[in-house]
């Protein structure tokens, strides 16, 4: 492949240089430059890449991609260089051209949303399977290539646009015809950029609440960037192949009729685009009807445009029951019977940190759950509580160098819930973690209510806390272990400390003396 075939998406880029130069990988870290790859030069937040270009081109970079003037980079004579506006921008369309527009050779669903995304695409990838195709998915669990699965250990939702494009180039490779991704609101912003060229075929909205306002500045803004998914499904493709396929001539704007805010995702989509709605609440194409919820799962009426009929879901809590919604339109809606679609709702157990329970012989009920915003945790606590014939128990903390303002929010809606809370660690960074944890407490303290007053520690050692948690817990009681979920570990300055949370939630039965018998 030629510089010049990778940059056809790229109008503004100025080449200096010879636009022939063949190209033989792609790297955005000058670590893993190799002899005629080409090295796109980031400005992160940490680091600036244009420092890092004669370490590229000392392993042998046939060309760079940046933002500066050359001449302010002492470039050696007959280097290639390809000026951009903003080289992040830049890495996605690159990477889509470099990997052949993977996107456009198959059905490409995008989730989005606050809470819901990764239980979302995991189930929607099971209905589609279930129908009889093949997919491939990338969530914030798991990774998928057809019939290989794997555990997403990169800490991203969603991954940079090199790693998406060759993920969808594999799934294409290995006879996917679907690729079910989580979109996240940093992959979707403009600053980010990771999924352009992606090309979108069906968008999901799951819900909107109170997240990641650091990034974003404000929620219209957090909003205005989800909705980049919706507007994504009028993008053409420059794969002439893909144009022509009937495959991708159906696109599908699919949203939950609960979330106040769902026409204006709606209305971002192309005119073109069918238009499909969920929920409970208010009037839906699919909606469900007659929700009953325990600990042990959740059973509701379906109507839709497909038929009716009952579900009954292993998956608990009630907000499952929307992500079960959404999955089912997006089957329903791309052809897979509906009671084939209803069958694979039905078999599946649960997503790894999602809901998970504990099961130690212990007398009461543990589950790990990956909330950490205030709109989860008003869910999922608002659920568990009349589930609760004694205390609900909280082991909680919240991100360092990530939103400071949902912190006392946190402590606010698990005062309204919980008896008993611990707050700890979550990934304090570089923040101080007893800062953190400080400005949680002053949102239980501050929410105290004189008929039901919670109780809570301080207490940054994670296992300590997890510990102290079950210590308090009696027969009947629900404790919730909450903000971690999967993830495989806990990060303080810049180093990540290997963390399972259902593991130390097992150690910590174990030590108080319960095993399964």
Known sequence: ????????????????????????????????????????????????????????????????????????????????????????????????????????????????????????????????????????????????????????????????????????????????????????SHALSARWN?????????????????????????????????????????????????????????????????????????????????????GIAQPADVRATAVQTSQHGLRFHVATPWGARDLNLRLTGDFNVANALAALTVGLAEGVPLDTAAAALEAIPGVRGRMERIEQGQPFTVLVDYAHTPGAFEKLMGIVRPLTSGQLIAVFGSAGERDREKRAIQGAVAARFCDFVVLTDEDPRLEDRAAIIAEIAAGVAANQIAAKPCDYLCMPDRPAAIQAAFARARPGDIVLLLGKGHEACIIYGTEKVPWDEAGAARAALHALGYQKG
């Open 1 to 184: 492949m030629q510089l010049r075939d990778i940059l056809a998406g790229l109008p503004d880029a100025q080449v200096y240089g010879d636009r022939n130069t063949p190209i033989t990988t792609l790297a955005y870290d000058s670590r893993a430059v190799q002899p005629g790859g080409l090295f796109v030069a980031i400005s992160g937040f940490h680091t600036d890449g244009h420092a890092y270009i004669p370490q590229a081109l000392t392993r042998g970079a046939g060309a760079i991609v940046g933002e500066r003037d050359p001449a302010e980079l002492a470039l050696p004579p007959g280097t290639t260089y390809v000026r951009v506006p903003n080289a992040r921008a830049a890495l996605a369309p690159i990477a889509a051209a470099y990997y052949g527009h993977p996107g456009g050779q198959m059905r490409v669903v995008g989730i989005t949303g606050t809470d819901g995304k990764t239980t979302t695409t995991f189930l929607t990838s099971a209905v589609l399977e279930a129908g009889g195709h093949t997919t491939g998915m990338m969530g914030t669990v798991d990774f998928k290539v057809g019939a290989r699965q794997w555990a997403n250990d990169t800490r991203q939702s969603t991954p940079e646009a090199p790693e998406v494009q060759a993920m969808l180039r594999e799934m294409v490779a290995t006879g996917c015809d679907y690729a079910v991704l989580e979109a996240t």
């Open 194 to 278: 990771r999924l352009d060229g992606a090309q979108f075929d069906v968008a999901v909205l799951t819900n909107v609440t109170h997240e990641h306002l650091d990034f974003h500045g404000s929620v219209e803004q957090y909003r205005r960037d989800k909705a980049r998914l919706f507007e994504m499904l009028g993008e053409g493709t420059s794969n002439k192949a893909a144009e022509n396929d009937a495959r991708k001539a159906h696109k599908l704007a699919i949203v939950n009729a609960d979330d106040p805010h769902h026409q204006l995702f709606l209305a971002a989509a192309p005119h073109r685009a069918t238009r499909l709605t969920y």
